[in-house]
């Protein structure tokens, strides 16, 4: 018999494993990834049991309750966990918890409920008031007797009243927000002819209850299963009171239903279900290594399948064929996107290929949206769940797939909240625990990823050619549709600095102007796109060059035109535009670069009346906007749309003829070992917009740095020179795939403090270096990052650089609890 349990602790800094008993009245309820509520110290805390066992050494206290009969994690999510833990460096108990849906891994609350009279005989001061508390205003939280008792040791008084009997301590979950929602439901309960005979006798003759009564049974009588009450209400003009009515005589029955909160709901409604496309040849070979992969996936399992397929080449078909054939195999698969409001097609086209089958991690969920939708995948009611890297985690007992699309992305880096991981290097792990074929897709895939795809040998599955659907001449019954190879759309780079030695100073260039000119004649589609937000890039001084900052961040503020303002995008600090420069008291002061407000103020200028869409982080902070805004372009409701990065990704808009890129240039000059990269997967999917309908399309690229191989590349969409060039620099200057690199940085108001604490720290590594007989490691820095300060913290970073830079940290982990470690981060910024 298992009497002990080893548990893992939600509580930040506590990165041990803790051993418990577990009492008889728990036994055989608590399993390996069940979550339970132990005692820690003074307090109560969150646990997940790892590992149940006969024997332990340490264990003293007793686990105090299961919250969850069913594991909350998997056996194979505990050993990624673990994996993940050792390679990112971050305790186990980040990672274990943040596999949970939020809400769930909260800090336990106990309900504290009096169960013994007024009178408690002999009892210390805290006792009594606790007594009397719970006694006037009934069963209380912890956290609410916290704020009302004075007594910080009133838990201790407390375990002396629940020993003797007079006080009930029980932990409270789900949480409210998380917990099960159930609609109530009415449904006939007697046989319809009885139903129907009752009809005139439901209250007095001509009165209006007997009419709202009479509706309600008829309507039951016609649909003879539980209803939604609200319903009923809505079709009878009925109320509570009549329902309890017809209850009372035994006419309907009322219950309580749980529903699932689906967020997809209306959505999986639009579309009709789809049927599988016929394949071109390149789908058909690529589809049929994954199908082979997935029938002997033991083997397989070992090495993920790259896809990599130019933009518009037919990439989703194949996860809808693949998935498909795990369905019917009885395993469930994963689809893990970038950011799924940017991915609507990609949802849409899942939900109508599986009606009822496709569950949706979101960022926007309500957290009672997120745990059902997590405890349906748990039931094995769902066969296919899509959201972004953290649906990676969702437990799916079958799971035989798991599919990324563009794999590429950093937003697959968690870097916001610890523990920091890469969803890519995850799933491989994951992928080769439960057996499941692993598919990264891209157009670009990301260096290091091709780089190891060629060096060991991984599958690499080419979709060098677009696929374009061509209408059938008119009378032609079916196929209504052919598939025919498209060319990517051609692209025109333009040389900014010419432009003005012309003459020209408007943001736009003369050829994007004529083309612009003939898109609208035609009554097609052009998407503008920027990098950046706001009005302007950033303001300074015409007279002396002075650069207005953010005071807290230091990094050059934004200007926004409705209202004019200007704003830190780190932390939100915002203030007037200066009339007079700080510096030289000059009064021009000006606004350099652009944004989307000021093309689009431009752009109506230049062609008034034309239809105008903006797609950026403030156009779609309301949720549902990002889907309004490309339904509405999908729709021809507008003629140009304008955007930044978000419309890089996932989007099939085949009236879309011209892509204009603004500016090219802008991050291509940070200092960052992958903004070259970056750059380049930005253009290319953004040129990858262009020309997806039968009508072909352009992209025009207007530069201040025309000669740049990024741009020269990303023009003449050759992923490979590009690969090659980049690759040969990363060799010479030691960068991955050549290196592995962790970033290690430090946080603190106090400028000096962050110096000092940098200082001392590379002093450490650098011993660490010197004693250990592992292969080489450089240390680069300390030196202040790229972003100086965040939040009104200064920041400072070393970087260290080697073969395995994690395995010289690892033993001294301890002692860089107050740093962020970072492995392998896909920025130094
Ligand atoms: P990607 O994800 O590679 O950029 P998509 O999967 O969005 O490309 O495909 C681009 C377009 O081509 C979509 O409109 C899709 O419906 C269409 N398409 C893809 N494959 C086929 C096919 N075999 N037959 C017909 N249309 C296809
Ligand atoms: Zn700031």
Not at 42 to 57: K, N, P
Not at 109 to 116: A, C, F, N, R, S
Not at 205 to 210: H, R
């Amino acid at each position: 018999m298992h009497r002990y349990a080893r548990v893992v602790l939600d509580l930040p800094g506590v990165g041990r494993e803790f051993d418990y008993i577990i009492p008889s009245a728990l036994q055989g309820r608590v399993q390996k990834g069940v979550l339970v509520v132990v005692p820690f110290s003074d307090r109560r805390a969150y646990g997940i049991v790892i590992e149940t066992c006969t024997q332990s050494e340490y264990a003293q206290r007793m686990i105090e309750s299961v919250l969850d009969d069913r594991p909350v994690v998997a056996p194979s999510q505990i050993e990624l966990a673990r994996i993940l833990s050792e390679n990112t460096l971050s305790p186990l108990g980040a990672i274990l918890f943040s596999m949970l849906p939020p809400g769930l891994s909260q800090q336990a609350d106990v309900l504290y409920t009096w169960l013994g009279s007024d009178e408690i005989g002999e009892a210390g001061e805290t006792e009594r008031a606790l007594m009397r508390l719970l006694v006037r205003r009934g069963p209380l939280r912890g956290r609410q007797i916290d704020a009302a008792l004075p007594y910080r040791d009133w838990r201790t008084a407390a375990r002396r009243l629940i020993r003797r009997g007079l006080l009930r301590a029980e932990p409270v979950l789900p949480p409210s927000s998380v917990r099960p929602k159930v609609v109530r439901t009415a449904q006939l309960a007697c046989s319809p002819e009885e139903a129907q005979a009752q009809l005139p006798h439901l209250g007095r003759p001509g009165s209006v209850a007997l009419v709202r009564r009479q509706a309600m049974l008829r309507f039951l009588i016609q649909e003879p299963w539980p209803l939604d009450v609200t319903w009923l209400y809505a079709v009878s003009g009925g109320n509570r009171a009549d329902l309890d009515y017809l209850a009372e005589r035994g006419l309907i029955r009322l219950s309580e239903t749980e529903v699932w909160r689906d967020p997809l709901e209306g959505i999986a409604a639009v579309d009709e279900p789809t049927a599988p496309l016929n394949l071109t040849s390149d789908q058909q070979r690529a589809l049929e290594v994954i199908l082979e992969c997935l029938h002997q996936s033991e083997e397989a399992a070992k090495k993920p399948i790259l896809l990599f397929g130019v933009t518009g080449s037919g990439k989703i078909e194949i996860y809808l064929q693949s998935v498909a054939e795990a369905l019917v195999q009885g395993k469930q698969a994963l689809v893990l996107v970038p950011e799924i409001a940017l991915t609507p097609q990609l949802v849409r086209r899942f939900l109508a290929r599986f009606p009822g089958q496709v569950g949706l991690i979101h960022s926007r969920l309500s957290a009672g949206e997120r745990y059902d939708t997590w405890r349906r995948a748990r039931d094995g009611r769902l066969g296919v769940v899509i959201g972004p890297r953290s649906a990676l985690f969702t437990p799916m007992e079958r799971l035989g797939l798991i599919i990324l699309d563009e794999a590429h992305e950093p937003s697959y880096y968690q870097s916001e909240t610890p523990p920091y991981y890469h969803a890519v290097q995850a799933a491989m792990e994951y992928a080769r625990l439960t057996s499941s074929v692993l598919v990264l897709g891209s157009a670009t895939p990301d260096i290091v990823q091709y780089y190891r795809a060629q060096k060991e040998g991984w599958p690499v599955l080419r979709l060098p050619e677009r696929v374009q659907t061509v209408l059938a001449p008119k009378g032609q019954e079916s196929p209504n549709v052919t598939v025919k190879p498209a060319p990517l759309p051609q692209v025109k780079i333009v040389d900014m600095r010419q432009e003005l030695k012309a003459g020209n100073r408007s943001i736009f260039s003369r050829a994007l102007l004529e083309n612009l000119e003939q898109v609208i004649q035609a009554g097609q589609q052009a998407i503008l796109y920027l990098n950046r937000l706001g009005a302007s890039t950033y303001v300074f001084c015409r007279e002396c060059g002075y650069v207005l900052k953010c005071p807290r961040c230091e990094i050059p503020l934004t200007y926004h035109l409705d209202p004019a303002e200007l704003i830190c995008h780190r932390c939100n600090y915002r203030r007037l535009v200066p009339k007079t420069c700080p510096q030289c008291g000059g009064h021009e002061f000006r606004h350099y670069g652009l944004g989307t407000e000021r093309v689009e103020q431009e752009l109506g200028r230049t062609f008034p009346g034309i239809r105008i869409l903006r797609l950026d982080s403030s156009t779609s902070r309301v949720k549902g906007a990002v889907d309004l805004i490309l339904t509405h372009f999908a729709h021809h409701q507008a003629d140009v749309l304008i955007g930044t990065q978000m419309l890089a990704k996932g989007l099939d808009l085949p009236l879309v003829t011209l892509v204009g890129i603004v500016l090219a240039d802008v991050g291509l000059t940070l200092p960052d070992f992958r903004a070259a990269e970056r750059a380049f997967q930005l253009l290319t999917q953004v040129a990858g917009r262009a020309g997806r309908g039968p009508w072909g399309g352009r992209v025009i690229l207007q530069t201040f740095q025309p000669e740049h191989y990024a741009i020269r590349y990303a023009a003449h969409h050759d992923y490979e020179g590009f690969f090659h060039h980049e690759l040969e620099l990363r060799r010479t200057i030691g960068y991955p795939p050549f290196a592995r690199l962790v970033r290690l940085e430090f946080r603190h108001k106090d400028r000096r403090t962050v110096e000092q604490e940098s200082e001392r720290m590379a002093e450490h590594i650098r011993r660490w270096i010197s004693e250990s007989d592992q292969p080489r490691c450089e240390v680069i820095g300390p030196a202040p990052c790229f972003y100086t300060r965040l939040e009104g913290r200064y920041r400072w970073q070393i970087v260290l650089r080697g073969e395995d830079p994690i395995f010289l940290l690892r033993p001294h982990f301890s002692e860089l609890k107050d740093w962020r470690v970072e492995v392998d981060p896909p920025s130094l910024l």
